[in-house]
């Protein structure tokens, strides 16, 4: 099974900037779609952005759009998630996952890492 570990969560002021970074090992990385979901305090947990096996496709939430970059290196078994523009609305715990998928009801998907904090003060 896949194991996913999230890092580079952190504090970071209005405006600032963030990447986070997510390793995977356990199966063929270069294989799967990955994505990242994040849960704001007191909300259900949100899709963020997502992209193809071979980095060739991107989506992402309306709400990161023209912010964040999502990437990912197959050689290192790394994602990324380039925030630039952060808001305090984007204070939440931040999930790697494996294998999103986009269904009638949003993504969605069904293993995630253990989440990294990135908190955005105002």
């Known amino acids: 099974q896949v194991q996913l570990v999230e890092s580079g969560g952190g504090l970071v002021q209005a405006g600032g900037s963030l990447t986070l970074s997510c390793v995977a090992s356990?199966?063929?990385?270069?294989?799967?779609?990955m994505g990242w979901f994040r849960q704001p305090p007191g909300k259900e947990r949100e899709f963020v952005a997502a992209?193809?096996?071979?980095?060739?496709?991107?989506y992402y939430a309306d709400s990161v759009k023209g912010r964040f970059t999502i990437s990912r290196d197959n050689g290192k078994n790394t994602m990324y998630l380039h925030m630039n523009s952060l808001k305090p609305e984007d204070t939440a715990v931040y999930y790697c996952a494996d294998q999103p998928t986009e269904t009638s009801q949003g993504w969605q998907a069904d293993y995630w890492g253990q989440g990294t904090q990135v908190t955005v003060s105002s």
């Open positions: 992209i193809s096996w071979s980095g060739a496709g991107t």
């Open positions: 356990g199966r063929t990385f270069s294989s799967y779609g």
